[in-house]
């Protein structure tokens, strides 16, 4: 137990007064607001005295806890990484692309792309064949832009969230 615990100084007790008020503030407004609240959970960090106010929502929900110490209580948080993988789920075909972020087991964002490939064409056209060919060209040109813009985003995405699974369907 810490000096700070068993004799606290009228520095911190004040700074303890004023993250109380504060959180009781936060705790009415959040319990009387009309609007509902779709985030099941949150953990509060909080000391006046460090000018700290962070809150971390979290899309699964919490015990609840509330605890006075002189360093942050992650316990709950670090259950929360050891429980639950993020993972980016990518679906892809010729057309389009769906990629879904997903963590603590909830869904997190989910990004579209969409690319107007031309349809399929069976008319030989002038030049024997040529039409068709320069035809297949094109919807194949489209096809590659739209699987380099998507190539494009996932490593860039893996990159700035090492320790995430890749999961791809196609």
Known sequence: ????????????????????ERL????????????????????LFTCSAADLWVECPSPMPFEDEFTIADRPMLRQLAHLDE??????FVMVDSRAARIYEV??????TE????????????????????GQT???????????RHHKEVAAYVPAYMEAHPHTHLIVSG
């Not at 936060?26 to 953990?43: N, Y």
């Not at 429980?83 to 980016?88: H, K, M, S, V």
């Open 103 to 108: 963590a603590l087991g909830g869904l997190l």
């Open 24 to 43: 009781t503030h936060w705790g009415q407004h959040h319990l009387h607001s009309t609007e509902e609240s779709t985030i099941p959970g949150v953990a």
């Open 111 to 130: 990004r579209d792309f969409a690319h107007a490939v031309p349809g399929r064409h069976n008319e030989g056209g002038w030049g024997g064949g040529w």
């Open 83 to 88: 429980d639950y993988t993020n993972a980016l």
């Open 1 to 20: 137990m810490s000096s700070y615990q068993r004799f606290p100084t009228f520095a911190a007790r004040e700074s303890l007064a004023r993250d109380l």
């Open 134 to 144: 320069r035809y297949q060209r094109r919807v194949k040109e489209h096809m590659d």
